[in-house]
Nanobody, 116 residues
Framework: VQLQACGGGWVQPGGSLRLSCVASRAITSVFNSNTMAWYRQSPGKQRELVASITSGGSPVYVDSVKGRFTISRVNARKMIYLQMNSLKPEDTAVYYC????????WGKGTQLTVSS
C-alpha cells in the first residue's frame, strides 16, 4: 500500500484548505474495514493524531481541531479527506494519513504552512 497525501500549501491565518489522501494499491475491502486517520508532525515535535474516521464514517477529533476540521472518506475511491477551516499558525505541519493503528508504510505527507 502506498499512502499519497496532497493538497497542502501556504495559507493565511483564518483560511481554509482541503487535504486528500489515497491508499493506492490497497485492497478496497481492506481499506473499507479500517479506521483511517490524519496525523501531523511539526518541526521538533512527535507525530500526533489529528482526526480519525471509522469504516462507517464516525469521526473523532483531537481537541485542538474540533469545530474547525472535518474528516471524511469515500471508500470506493480508497480516499480520505481533511477539510480544514479557521486555520491557525499552530496548524503548520506535515500532514500524513494512515490507519488508526499506523499499519501501512508512511507516505511523504503534505506540508501545510499557516502564516501571514
Amino acid at each position: 500500500v502506498q499512502l499519497q497525501a496532497c493538497g497542502g500549501g501556504w495559507v493565511q491565518p483564518g483560511g481554509s484548505l482541503r487535504l486528500s489522501c489515497v491508499a493506492s494499491r490497497a485492497i478496497t475491502s481492506v481499506f473499507n474495514s479500517n479506521t483511517m486517520a490524519w496525523y501531523r508532525q511539526s518541526p521538533g515535535k512527535q507525530r500526533e493524531l489529528v482526526a480519525s474516521i471509522t469504516s462507517g464514517g464516525s469521526p473523532v477529533y483531537v481537541d485542538s481541531v474540533k469545530g474547525r476540521f472535518t474528516i471524511s472518506r469515500v471508500n470506493a475511491r480508497k480516499m480520505i479527506y481533511l477539510q480544514m477551516n479557521s486555520l491557525k499558525p499552530e496548524d503548520t505541519a506535515v500532514y500524513y494519513c494512515n490507519t488508526i493503528s499506523e499499519h501501512w508504510p508512511w507516505g511523504k505527507g503534505t506540508q501545510l504552512t499557516v502564516s501571514s
